[in-house]
């Protein structure tokens, strides 16, 4: 079975094609270049741009892999959430490309498609794990017994952290998107200069905060920024970012061994944009290691949103013969623990 993925619920246009032997191709046009100039992403723009990139994407990568409609058995794409605008501008697309191929269409939560974005690698976790899901729009920890069957753990109660790297990011005017920008300056940053606070994890529970660190670095940036040198500037604000990056990775870790402890796993799955943070990535396997567990991520490119993780729910969903009926609207909010349990026990 070939399944066509469409992503468009922001400023990526992915696209992507996974077969029975998986993932054969896929293609990411990134709009962040357009956005830049207005600091954030501008929904309308976001739309337009899909509508524009998607027909001449699909040709092309088809072309590339001397692949026709005929070789394509069905069709995913992002339902939610997401933008309106730009997920109704995906599901138009693919739902159109169905019914003129005939061929069945399935729309693909897009925090699903994150999650089991580590399955799309050689060393995939086996089911159950526990996912910590960290994107620009959410920041969530779910037990996952398999593919569909997810029980929330516990979330952010305010913005989320891929949400605080980029409003940090922007009062440091690191620009957009903030996220890989404060990343890299904290590499130059001085670790002992500020100490942030590793919000709610004084209490029990797995709830997370992330609005007061960005709270934290505004109040830091207005005490020290006033009359100083361009180095000594340059300096500060890589070690605000510094002390910002390690306050967010610090509570992801702690919150993220609370859940497995609580849920008795030893597999820990990150994904989403947030999950290509090196630093992150690298504090979670070294202290799952020495505790006798394990990490899994997907490859960087697969951990900010593509078109390969949507190819690749759609393949399950699809080989499990689900299909989303023709009216069914685009959910810019849609609860995960809606979705259909799939039980194929994958890995066990
Ligand atoms: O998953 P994603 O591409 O889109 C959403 O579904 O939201 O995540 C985007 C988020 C942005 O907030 C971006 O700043 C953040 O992921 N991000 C990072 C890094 N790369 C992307 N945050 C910290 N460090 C990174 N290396
Ligand atoms: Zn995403």
Redesign the pocket.
């Known amino acids: 079975m070939h399944v066509l993925g469409i992503e468009t619920?922001?400023d990526?246009t992915g696209i992507a094609i996974y077969t029975d032997h998986g993932l054969l191709a896929h293609q990411i046009y990134s709009q962040a270049a357009k956005h830049a100039e207005y600091g954030g992403v501008v929904p309308e723009l976001a739309s337009r741009d899909h509508i524009r990139k998607l027909a001449p994407m699909v040709r092309k990568l088809l072309a590339e892999h001397d692949l026709s409609a005929a070789d394509i058995d069905g069709i995913a794409y992002t339902a939610g959430p997401g933008l309106a605008g730009a997920l109704m501008v995906g599901a138009a697309f693919a739902r159109s490309l169905a019914w003129a191929w005939n061929k069945p269409a399935i729309g693909i939560h897009?925090m699903e498609g994150?999650l089991l974005a580590p399955l799309l690698e050689a060393d995939a976790p086996a089911f159950p794990f526990v996912a910590l899901l960290v994107?620009?729009?959410?920041t969530q920890l779910m037990q996952v017994e398999d593919i569909g069957d997810y029980t929330l753990l516990g979330e952010s109660v305010d913005d989320a952290a891929?949400?605080a790297?980029?409003k940090t990011a922007k009062l440091l005017g690191l620009g957009y998107?903030?996220?890989?920008a404060?990343?890299k300056l904290a590499t130059q940053g001085n670790p002992n200069r500020f100490h942030f606070p590793r919000p709610m994890t004084d209490r029990p529970g797995l709830d997370m905060s992330f609005s007061g660190l960005k709270t934290a670095a505004v109040t830091t940036w207005r005490n020290e920024s006033e009359d100083l040198t361009p180095e000594a500037y340059a300096q500060l604000q890589a070690d605000i970012a510094r002390a910002f990056e390690d306050a967010v990775v610090d509570t992801l870790l702690i919150k993220c061994c609370r859940a497995l402890q609580q849920t008795n796993n030893q597999r820990l799955v990150l994904s989403?944009?947030?999950s290509?943070?090196?630093r992150l990535r690298q504090a979670v396997a070294e202290h799952l290691a020495n505790q006798g567990g394990q990490a899994f991520y997907p490859r960087p490119e697969f951990?900010?949103?593509n078109g390969a993780m949507i190819a690749h729910a759609g393949w399950h969903r699809l080989n499990a013969g689900e299909q989303t009926p023709l009216h069914f609207p685009v959910h810019p909010r849609w609860p995960m623990e809606e979705l259909q349990p799939l039980h194929t026990n994958y890995g066990k």
């Open positions: 619920s922001c990526e897009h994150h994107s620009g729009g959410h891929g949400e790297f980029d998107p903030g996220g890989p404060l990343a989403g944009g947030v290509a943070n090196q951990c900010t949103d």
